[in-house]
């Protein structure tokens, strides 16, 4: 058995008085590609919101339930979220390159976090952009404002921002969403060569993409988990009638 | 019939979004008429650098009031423009919104104070502080600087506030998501992204420091010298012209004219420079 390492236990979370995620429990695998899938308004997205604390910028959300990275619950008081958000990173359906150059984007964070040095940054950039796949596309022109890149080379420049604080997880929320099928095989591609190095979290709107890349496979429905399993056996002999009323395209 | 109201009220709008640069055009024509004369004939660089004024003698240098104006349009936007961005920042970012629904109605309403309500503030409370505390008569750079930053807050905070709030909340989203915190995201993505917007209320800023004249003639003591400290009295340009033209006659009429010249080239390098920096950010 892989080592946990993320621990979801009797998970609730409310905005205001409306409850979003119901008593969820699951495990994340150390160098798993998990993939959640589930119509919209599931709280997949809240799902990961949760793991990296940025609903904690949510007026009127609440947590109940325990959440444990490495064994260590990241809702202690003691836990410093700027470096909890440093190992968790996040890539958004909607790329957000911030406006600045393509060097800057990825100097940003190494910079928060006190390298200043710019052989330094730059070796990062370099690393980072070539494990996101964007390298060659981009290395002539590092100082061109990133708003500039396509849809797709700005997904792969979030990745590769994501990377340079060297987290752990990475979660991604329907990152191909909004992007053309070449974009998408490049992205994917990418996401089974960082198994290697993270683990990963992935929400697809797209069952096939779900069975193309992922090792795991969740399904929620309306804030509950209903079922998690091998991604194969899941799409192949679903457990729960839901389930298989989802993925054969039974639902609305 | 509808058709045919559309097409007046369409002319006459259009007449009126050219009247007023027609209007704009007629006071630099009347102020150039009266003054380049002048200036033809007094010569340019004695004018801009001759540091004595007495029309008396028919000595006409305006340097130290270009000076004056100078320096308290500067010492206005050093007290201001700290004040009014991070007070944007504190509102846009920092404040809830309780805080927010009190505080900016208040500034608003600092903008609709009437100028000569600041200066009679400035001489009864800020110049006698002034005064026991730095000596001089109180009358002074500094405090026509705090008064007029004062004045010019409203401006920098709306403008600054609106650009802050234009920007895309993803950015912020994106930047705390890489472990920043709300005041590192500030730093180095929300002051650089809304720039040219800050810079653009800083330049009306300056634009009002620079033209205000009732406040000013109150609180600067008016003398005609090249000042050496913070606390001297200094006349500006605008109080230049606003002090004397109620009297001035002939050849020491059309020297104010020509000092009004001066004030205009200055307020139109300003604006050029402003839109020049905006534009090259915007690209
Ligand atoms: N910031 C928020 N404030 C209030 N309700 C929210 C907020 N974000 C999401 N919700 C609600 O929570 C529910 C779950 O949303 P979300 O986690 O985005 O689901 P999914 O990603 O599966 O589409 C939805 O009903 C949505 O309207
Ligand atoms: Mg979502």
Redesign the pocket.
Known sequence: MLKVKIKVDNLNVY??N?Q?IKDVNMNVSDHEILSII?P????????LHVINRLIDN?P??KVTGQVCIDGKNIYLDSVNVNDLRKKVGIIFATPVPLPMSIFNNLAYGPRLHGITNREKLLDIAENCLRASSLWDEVKSRLDMSALRLSGGQQQRLCLARALTVEPEIILF?EPCSGLDPISTSKVESTMRELKKNYTLIL?TNNTKQAARVSDRTAF?LF?ELIEIGETKRLFTAPKDKRTKDYITGKFG | MNKFIETIIEKSIILIAFSTVAVLFLIAFFIFKEGIPFLAQYGLPGFLTGSTWLPGEDKFGILPMIIGSIYVTLGALIVGVPLGVGSAIFLVEFANKRIRNIIKPAIELLAGIPSVVYGFIGIMVLAPWVRINFGGSGLSILTASIVLGIMILPTIISITMDSLTALPSVYKEGSIALGATTWQTVIMVLLPGAKSGILAGIILGMGRAIGETMAVIMITGNAIRIPTSLYDSVRTMTSNIALEMGYALGIHRSALFANAVVLFGFIMILNTIAILIINKRSK
Do not use: N
């Not at chain 1, 919209?40 to 799902?47: A, F, I």
């Open positions: 905005y205001g409306k979003v589930g919209s308004k599931s709280g997949k997205s809240t799902l949510v009127g959300a929320d929400i929620f804030g």
